[in-house]
């Protein structure tokens, strides 16, 4: 058990001298300044309440607040910067609403920024205290990724921000380089993040709500010693649509990635994210075997109903205890971890309560597993990547567990283990399993004897020091009524918030000629005002919640185009965008569907760059030589991803080149093509080149760009895609929509 030690508490005094700063601060302020785009601010300083209008200055280069300057505090009194009025667009917003830097003892509160690409930007700053600021929406993405299917492109990477590559992604707040920083009663939604941090240290995030984003609500990179508590970090996600696929695309709660230590992540509500806690010891650890993200508790948190991972920590040593993890995919996803702690927690409705590749010396006590499908599994991979430094240089065997003292309640399988030696399994209550032991030859060493220094060790109580926060917020209050990965429901701008209107539509799999509809949103009533594609409508006025059938009209070929247009009238209300809409105002909501068949013919050809290589020569192929397609297809549609090359009957080609052609049976009009890609792409409409990327990019694990192209066509406009591939991970996808 851990036991708090009042004594050794250094976060009191931190927590202590920030309220005192707070309260009697000596700088004086300077009375309802009124800003102006790009004023610097070098002493304390009350900011006239207004909305400051900055559209018209926003630029990626110059941010509209500098604050630079030691022991200041400025108080924004509520007021708010606008960065883009275009709020149905937040995929274009650019800027910084307010940078600080080179600074000491600085506090910011009152704040609103929304409209920009960063709201707030702190670097080289020390005691810095961000408190009662609202940074939401502000930047993200337009998701690619459909009910029906994920779109690669929507996958996000965090390999690399030793230069702050991370700022692509945009924040709420980005802190760089800012130790014992404090963030409190802070708020952050929709935006793809909502706190990043990088190179920060002795920190405390207290008392904020960071949720409904569709990246991070707290990513960290080589950030020791922060203390993050009470924080209701819920509903960062992409990448999830229920009963179809659960991808999360790297989304999450929290994420510690890179050389993060010594952290205490304490009581946060981190449910309904991609992955609930994601931490990984960092390229530098894989390439070298030292080092990690070590260290770190997470103590009394709830990271149930992720669409992954409830926790994944992988190639490090930590602690999980007192936590609740009910159903996701794993509940504890821990590959390569070794000397970890995981005791006293909830496990309940997962797919894998704990699942442990390669791990060594690890210690699994006193938690409760109930109706997993498999409770423990733990296993060794035949082979591993050759090329990993970290197997190289470390002692990667799965082995040396102990597993005491759990209860096990109604799990299919209790324990699976194979390649595992080392196994001390006792002390543990059993009861409605099917299978309790699944092992093979490879399993050695497997004891169930009792030995009592091994229970003295796993009852031994360790100290820990915890942050006194004055007025501790609840984060777990009002949240059970979205209980389950069900109320996941992913837009196009990221995930529902439940404070609009929404048709969701709750057979997307189906292929029979019915769809059948939710209705969810506030209080009130809603009618159906136009309708497309679709006909027998079950009802066309109700009240919320509701459930509406209706079925598609035929549309050769497969073709649909689908629009369900209601009207709501009821309780105030938040747009997906933001917008405050009054009570009793009409409010417009629709559900669209598109998707138009066409006839590809796609060819595709080995290539040998140091024969001839199309990126640098003015042909696809050399002109003294004719080649033979390896591999041919029809496809109605071009959605293709490649690992590790292209597969052609019995061959795997590193190098290939793919070329596809169509022409489009849709009437003249506006349209929008949508093109996803990994390495190079060029796509014309006619003969003009619409899209022109003859470029190898970076490649992530499975990320890859999108473009959205509008164009006029013509009836039976002719599309073409050259596409090249190299080994590793390669993409290419097309869609065409009407320009709504």
């Not at 941010?63 to 708010?80: C, K």
């Not at 706190?195 to 950030?223: H, P, V």
């Not at 498999?374 to 002692?395: C, S, T």
Request: with cysteine; net charge positive; charged share 20%.
């Amino acid at each position: 058990m851990y036991f708090v030690d009042r004594k050794s508490e250094p976060m009191i005094k931190f927590a202590t001298t920030c309220l005192f700063l707070l309260l009697f601060h000596n700088g004086i302020y300077a009375q309802n300044l009124v800003l102006k785009p790009g004023i610097n601010i070098n002493k304390s300083v009350r900011i006239k309440k207004a909305v400051y209008d900055f559209s018209k200055n926003s630029s990626a280069a110059k941010p509209a607040v500098i604050i630079e300057g030691n022991d200041i505090t400025i108080d924004f009194s509520q007021a708010t910067l606008i960065g883009n009025t275009d709020i149905t667009h937040p995929d274009i917003y650019q800027g910084i609403a307010v940078q600080v830097q080179n600074s000491r003892k600085v506090t910011i509160k009152n704040l609103t920024a929304k409209g920009y690409k960063l709201a707030l930007l702190a670097r080289n700053v020390e005691e810095l205290v961000i408190e009662n600021c609202d940074f939401s929406y502000n930047y993200r993405p337009r998701l690619q990724s459909s009910q029906q299917k994920e779109d690669v492109s929507d996958w996000l990477s965090y390999h690399q921000n030793e230069k702050d590559e991370w700022l692509r992604y945009g924040a709420g707040v980005y802190l760089s380089q800012c130790s014992k920083a404090v963030v409190r009663n802070c708020r952050i939604t929709g935006n793809q993040n909502a706190l990043l941090m990088t190179g920060c240290s002795n920190g405390l995030i207290y008392n904020n709500d960071f949720s409904f984003n569709s990246g991070l609500g707290i990513g960290m990179y080589r950030c020791s010693g922060n203390r993050i508590a009470y924080n209701r970090l819920i509903f960062n996600i992409r990448g999830y649509s229920h009963g179809v696929y659960q991808r999360g695309q790297d989304s999450a709660g929290i994420l510690a990635f890179e050389q993060c230590n010594g952290n205490l992540f304490y009581k946060n509500n981190v449910t309904h994210s991609g992955d609930g806690f994601f931490l990984w010891a960092g390229q530098s650890t894989m390439e070298s075997g030292s080092g990690g993200c070590n260290d770190n508790l997470l103590l009394e948190n709830d990271f149930s109903y992720a669409a992954t991972n409830g926790i994944e920590l992988t190639f490090s040593r930590n602690t999980v205890s007192g936590n609740r993890i009910f159903e996701c995919e794993n509940g504890i996803w821990g590959g390569y971890s070794f000397n970890t702690i995981i005791r006293n927690n909830r496990f309940r409705n997962n797919k894998t309560a704990i699942a442990i590749e390669h791990g060594q010396e690890n210690s699994i006590s006193y938690n409760l597993f109930d109706q997993d499908k498999q409770a423990i599994r733990l296993w060794a991979n035949e082979k591993q990547p050759a090329d990993w430094g970290y197997v190289q240089h470390r002692d990667t065997r799965s082995r040396g567990y102990n597993i005491v003292s759990n209860s096990f309640n109604r799990n299919s399988t209790v324990f699976n283990f194979s390649r595992t030696s080392g196994l001390h399994v006792f002390s543990n209550t059993f009861s409605g399993y099917d299978q309790l032991f699944r092992t093979d030859n490879t399993v050695t060493d497997l004891d169930t004897t009792m030995y009592y220094e091994i229970l003295e060790q796993v009852e031994k109580d360790t100290s820990i020091s915890l942050p006194e926060i004055i007025s501790p917020a609840d984060p777990f209050k009002g949240t059970g009524n979205w209980a389950g990965r069900k109320n996941i429901r992913m837009t196009e701008w990221g995930p529902y918030d439940f404070r609009y209107p929404l048709i969701w539509n709750s057979n997307p799999a189906d292929t029979s000629a019915w769809m059948e509809f939710e209705l969810l949103g506030p209080k009130g009533k809603w009618t159906v005002k136009n309708k497309k594609g679709l006909d027998s409508l079950s009802a066309t006025k109700g009240g919320f919640p509701a459930k509406l059938r209706a079925k598609r009209t035929a549309n050769g070929r497969g073709a649909r185009d689908i629009q369900l247009e209601l009207e709501y009238t009821g309780e105030a209300i938040i747009s997906p965008f933001g917008e405050k809409i009054p009570k009793g105002r009409r409010y417009p909501f629709r559900f669209t569907q598109f998707f138009q068949p066409l006839d590809w013919e796609v060819l595709w050809f080995k290539m040998d760059t140091a024969y001839y290589n199309p990126l640098h020569e003015t042909g696809l192929f050399a002109p003294t030589v004719r080649m033979a397609p390896v591999k041919r297809d029809t496809a109605d549609q071009l959605d293709y991803a490649w690992w590790n090359g292209l597969k052609a009957g019995e061959n795997v080609y590193d190098q290939f080149i793919t070329t596809a052609g169509s022409r489009t049976p849709l009437p003249a009009g506006d349209y929008e093509l949508s093109v996803t890609w990994q390495d190079a792409v060029r796509v014309y409409v006619g003969d003009q080149i619409v899209l022109n990327e003859w470029k190898v990019l970076p490649k992530g694990a499975d990320s890859a760009p999108n473009r959205r192209i509008k164009l006029h066509l013509t009836s039976n406009q002719y599309i073409r895609v050259d596409h090249l591939g190299f080994s590793g991970f390669s993409a290419l996808g097309i869609k065409l929509l009407p320009v709504r």
